[in-house]
């Protein structure tokens, strides 16, 4: 009998590599760049076996809530835009920004959220690694502790679904 092989599993390094070759490719995505005034807009794009890549679109003012990627490693990189990324330190959160041809990678069990804090819209390619498949969204009390709000169940990039 024989046996099927789990495809690979990539670390933040391949996956960034990945979404930078994605990035360098804009025939593979721009075509499907869309904006929606009610959220966030993403689409899969064709990716490696074992991995989920999504090209996600940010208008001013869209973003995600604090959360993890499960068991996935991700990384994602901006190609248009700029992007910001707060990461839990003590009590608050620090803020990063990262504008286009800048990629930022997100091991399991890291914590962050992602906001579009400019004043235009903004596009990430994404590469998720083991694929997506549970979120854990996070709050803060008012003592300053992370306590998980919820946990969803998804196959979606930064699904608050």
Known sequence: MTQLSAPPVLDVRALSALTQ?????????????????SGRWWTRLDAPAGVDAWLITWLPSQGTELHDHGASSAAFTVVAGTITEFRPVDT?????????????????????????????????????????????????????????SRTVETDEPESDR
């Open 21 to 37: 070759s994605i990035a360098a490719r804009p025939e593979l995505w721009r075509p499907l760049v869309r904006f929606q005034e």
């Open 92 to 148: 608050g959160l620090a803020a990063r920004a990262f504008p286009a041809g800048q990629t930022q990678t997100v091991d399991p069990g890291d914590l962050h959220d992602v906001l579009n804090a400019g004043t235009e819209p903004a596009v990430t390619i994404h590469a998720y690694s083991v694929p997506l498949t549970r979120m854990t969204y996070w709050a803060r009390t008012a003592e300053g502790l992370l306590v998980r």
